[in-house]
């Protein structure tokens, strides 16, 4: 039994929102999400004070009108398990011989296999209830590279949401519901006042994510990174190589710098995830990227096949685009990585009644973009601007934009082409750059349907050598 001296504290480390009947806890170290019910919920928003247990014990007497023994038994079955998950933190008091370790069992045997239905069962929530539990803040557009494919255009920081602007911004997503915030730009890092942003997320506990280029992260980034509990940071390596890397930065010694700045953050156990844009320029270089991000220690690895047009709606861009022979390449060379492993065969086709109930985007679902304007978007993609969250509560822009509602409102039956094409369940298509390619959301988008047809025809001619 805990002694009812000690004092109970949330762990600093902890990211939490509270939403209608529940309140969602996310941990950066094990990367673990948790749910609280409401007499949990009570006592969480209490922990803010630090109280002892005993004083714990009393608050949930007086709030639910139950009696001090029965309140204290509640109490101790309820910070049992928040010990056991590492929520909350113990200290002061005499006599504890703990929960902690007698939990520690609990902690290690049922956490795994709760995450993933979870953290499923957490999106329908907010999906159902309209929260934006996902949010995209554009710092700055501009960055110290200058990639070739990059989607920001304009590069002054004229203009740009000063700290006094951004403050209430995450106040309003806090009120909101928002739990996980991206940090990204341009180069986030670029802002002289980087520190105090991500301070007040985490002073209004937002659980934050850094997209970055990696250059700018010294020991003394990392460490205050770390201090500041960054749940995962995003760098982008285009290639396996300085010189590729850089070739498409067009800034030499950038991929040191990015890999350096990748290592400081492993080194200090956070989750850094390595991802890159295929091009002709690296796609080449496929299998060595992965193997750079395993070699690393790289929690994972990710690449994209599409190339969104800039900002300032220029599509040259698109010429960086992989040639069909090169992205075989890297198929084939996939395969080989798995010698024995089956081709996964055609998923089953889709009822009418399913392409009705299908979201073929989640932009706008659960997930917001600002930009370093205070312009507010639907998704990094999407350029259709739903308000100015520097002249607008977003509350406003949130529930009540119309354009937001039709974005919602999309299913896949709504799209004429791509619910009848048997790609659909293996395709990457973005609605953002549909709208970009045809000027319609509800389009095909051209550069998906080119690459998911080559992928289609390598494994369609795999399976026909299988046979
Ligand atoms: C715009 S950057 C901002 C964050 C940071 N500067 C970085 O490079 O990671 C965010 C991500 O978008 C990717 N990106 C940039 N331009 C792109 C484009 N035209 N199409 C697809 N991804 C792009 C970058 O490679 C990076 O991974
Ligand atoms: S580092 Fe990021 S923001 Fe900067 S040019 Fe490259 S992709 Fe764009
Ligand atoms: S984008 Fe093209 S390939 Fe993808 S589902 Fe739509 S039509 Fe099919």
């Known amino acids: 039994m805990i002694s009812r001296t000690r004092v109970v504290a949330r762990n600093p480390r902890a990211a939490s929102r509270t939403w209608p009947a529940e309140t969602v806890v996310y941990l950066p170290d094990g990367n673990t999400i948790h749910s609280l019910n409401e007499t949990a919920s009570a006592v969480w928003e209490f922990l803010v004070h630090k ?32 010990v056991a998950r590492n929520l909350v933190v113990l200290s002061g008091g005499l006599d504890d011989d703990e929960a902690r370790g007698a939990s520690a069992t609990a902690r290690e045997s049922d956490e795994a296999e709760r995450q993933i239905p979870l953290l499923y069962r957490i ?10 539990m996902h949010a995209l803040l554009e710092l700055t557009n501009n960055c110290n590279l200058w990639c070739r494919h990059c989607y920001i255009t304009h590069r002054p920081s004229q203009g740009e949401l000063t700290l006094d602007e951004i403050k209430p911004i995450l106040d309003q997503l806090a009120d ?24 007040y997320a985490r002073q209004r506990e ?34 396996a190589r300085a010189a ?32 890159t844009t295929w091009m002709k320029l690296n796609i080449d270089e496929s299998e060595e990227i992965q193997g750079l991000a395993d070699s690393i220690g790289a929690t994972s690895f990710r690449g994209g096949n599409l190339i969104i047009h800039r900002r300032d709606g220029s599509s040259e861009n698109s010429s960086l685009a992989a040639e069909e022979s090169q992205m075989r390449a890297m198929q084939q060379r996939r395969l080989d990585r ?64 119309e354009e937001l509602e039709k974005i919602r409102a999309i299913r896949l039956i709504d799209l004429p082409e791509c619910s009848a094409c048997d790609l659909w369940q293996r395709c990457t298509r973005c609605a953002g750059l549909a709208l970009m390619e045809t000027g319609s959301l509800l389009a095909a988008s051209p550069q998906a349907c080119r690459v998911a047809r080559i992928q289609h025809k390598f494994l369609e001619e795999k399976q026909c050598e299988l046979q």
């Not at 999106?123 to 934006?132: F, G, H, L, S």
């Not at 937002?206 to 995003?234: C, H, M, Q, Y």
């Not at 607008?392 to 949130?398: F, G």
């Open 123 to 132: 999106k329908d929530r907010a999906r159902e209830q309209n929260i934006p």
């Open 338 to 401: 798995h010698p024995g492993v089956k081709l996964p065969p055609d998923p089953p086709p889709l009822s009418e009644e399913q392409k009705k109930d299908i979201i073929p985007c989640g932009a706008g679902q659960t997930s917001v973009r600002i930009d370093a304007y205070g312009n507010v978007y639907p998704c990094a993609a999407i350029d259709v601007l739903l308000g100015d969250a520097k002249t607008t509560p977003l509350a406003e822009i949130w529930y009540g934009s």
């Open 51 to 82: 109280p002892t247990v005993a004083q714990i014990v009393h608050h949930v007497a007086h709030e639910f009108e139950v009696d001090e023994e029965q309140a204290a038994q509640d109490v101790k079955t309820l910070l049992e398990t928040l």
């Open 244 to 275: 590729t890397h850089d070739a498409i930065t067009q800034v030499e010694g950038s991929f040191e710098k990015a890999i350096g700045g990748a290592r400081l953050l492993i080194e200090r156990g956070i989750n850094v995830q390595l991802k």
């Open 176 to 199: 909101l519901g928002t739990l996980f915030l991206t940090l990204t730009g341009g180069e986030a890092l670029c802002r002289k006042d980087f520190f105090s942003i991500a301070e």
């Open 206 to 239: 937002f659980s934050f994510s850094l997209f970055t280029n990696g250059t700018l992260i010294t020991p003394s980034v990392a460490d205050r990174l770390k201090e500041l509990a960054l749940e995962r940071a995003e760098i982008s390596i285009l290639g």
